[in-house]
């Protein structure tokens, strides 16, 4: 099992950025990929980055290419969401989560199996 929180989140102005933190505890020891995901009042939830378990590969979602990256620190059991040029579209509850198993980097929801509890995120125009 493994624990996992959201640190970071806050409003802000169009254009500008947050770093969002993902805290593991518990067993940390795996091969685990990790995912961010995001959802708003009335939307479906929507992936945004993930990282493979070595931290080489990256994917990230369509609406968040060219602004958004993803990276993480072992040794601190933590993932990080750099946000930049942010969007009013862009407000929604930001979730990290862990894969257990593969350790390859996923966009789809049903493979992952540990999820924090999210972080408010509001960007204002």
């Known amino acids: 099992q493994v624990q996992l929180v959201e640190s970071g989140g806050g409003s802000v102005q169009a254009g500008g950025s947050l770093r969002l933190s993902c805290l593991a505890s518990g067993r940390t020891d795996r091969r685990y990929a990790m995912g961010w995901f995001r959802q708003s009042p009335g939307k479906e939830r929507e992936f945004v980055a993930a990282?493979?378990?070595?931290?080489?590969?990256?994917r990230i979602g369509d609406a968040a290419k060219g602004r958004f990256s993803v990276s993480r620190d072992t040794g601190k059991n933590t993932v990080y969401l750099q946000m930049n040029s942010l969007k009013p579209e862009d407000t929604a509850v930001y979730s990290c989560?862990?894969?257990?198993?593969?350790?390859?980097?996923?966009?789809?929801?049903?493979?992952?199996?540990?999820w924090g509890q999210g972080t408010q995120v509001t960007v204002s125009s």
């Open positions: 990282i493979g378990w070595s931290g080489a590969s990256t």
């Open positions: 989560a862990a894969r257990a198993n593969g350790g390859i980097a996923s966009p789809w929801v049903k493979d992952y199996d540990y």
